[in-house]
């Protein structure tokens, strides 16, 4: 096939078949032609190998901390990163034509992968009046026959709002009584404003996965608990079959990941197998820490955007704030012209809620999600020229 540079890929159907996977990124502009092609010819997947020794047995041991049980390493595979985790995963389980459901607002790799891959997604939206959380009453009502997946996260990507544990097993119950796989990104586990969440063994939870395990994938990664963005590091604890799948598409091509003979990747590896120890023994005192900042950080834009048209919505989870930009319609091309507009005005560039799953309709605010984890200085000048110019933009 021809592959030229700077071809649209989402909105090309020549350039979906099997084997593109999306190991970094499910974004287009992540996407030259060298890169498609290897994808197209299936010589990518280039996760390192199912899992390095130190690594594996690091997972082992925290999953036991947090979840009160021993896993066998038969069911865990390392990858690059959560994204990977849910591509992976998904490949796993749905085939060509399969439906996942996707309760949202959510992380896009759900249905970017699925969008790449041929998989069909269906979504629903919990609305702000429901601190856009999804009930069982939703999942009763949209967990169609024919679905295969649900893809979900713990506790409260991406809105601040946080989801209760039992509400979660209360989910994770029902999917698996449909015999319906969830797959449960936990990238911002405990990331929680209450104290008491922190680094608990949660042998409720624990129990939901364990009874549920031949239909439950849990994902985990180091960017947002571990505050390690740079290191592409995730994994999952999938049923055997499944992490077996995985595996063999992964083992496929360790022979074209010559990295993993590198004196860098020793290093990483050891690095991350003592991070996540360390997590699973005296962890609190930095995740306590870096809660504290987050929390204060929320507290500062709250205040700062207050009398200014933006509405900061209360949150009881770290890493992101959810904020309605009251001036702005909620339609497509309003938004993007007040993002360009902003952007080249102020050089200031904000996710908008409907990369989250939020629908642009009628009665539906515009929502934007401003990243807590940015270094202070950015952060607080982003905000004021965002205040700034949002406050101006009223007037014209
Ligand atoms: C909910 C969620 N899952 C996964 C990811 C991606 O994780 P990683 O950087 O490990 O691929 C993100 C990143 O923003 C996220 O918000």
Known sequence: MNITPGRTFLSDPTVS????IVPESPFREFF?????????????????????????????RYE?????????????????????????????ILERGDTILI??????????????????FKVFYSGEENNFLPSLEDMEKNLKPGIKAVGLIHPAFPTGFKMDRDRLIELIDFISSKKVFTILDLIYDFLTYNINDMMRVDAKLGACLERNKEHAVRINATSKIWSAPGIRFGYMVAPEGIALRVADRILST?????????????????GTS????????????????????YQRRAEVIS?????KGVEVLKSDAGFNVFIKLNHVPNEYEAQWEFLDALYE???????????????????VPTYARVNLGLSEDRLMWGIEKLAEFHSDYKKK
Request: with cysteine; proline share 5%.
């Open 17 to 20: 078949p099997k084997g593109i």
């Open 345 to 363: 005005r102020s050089g200031v560039f904000l996710d908008y809620g409907f990369a989250f799953g939020v629908p642009h309709h009628p009665g």
């Open 103 to 120: 309760p949202t607002p959510s992380y896009f790799s759900f249905w970017k992968t699925a969008q790449h891959r041929g998989y069909n």
């Open 254 to 270: 360790v022979s074209r990941c010559p990295i993993i003979l590198s004196d860098l990747y020793q290093m990483l590896m050891d």
């Open 32 to 60: 030259n032609p060298a890169n498609l092609e290897s994808r197209i010819r299936d010589a990518t997947e280039y996760s390192l190998k199912t899992g390095d020794d130190r690594v594996i047995g690091s997972i082992i």
């Open 274 to 293: 003592s991070m996540i120890t360390d997590a699973a023994s005296d962890f609190r005192q930095i995740l306590a820490r870096n809660l504290k900042e």
């Open 64 to 92: 036991k901390a947090r979840f009160g049980h021993d896993i066998g390493e038969e069911r865990i595979v390392q990858t690059v990163g959560a994204t990977n985790a849910i591509d992976l995963s998904m490949a796993a």
């Open 303 to 307: 205040a700062k955007m207050s009398g």
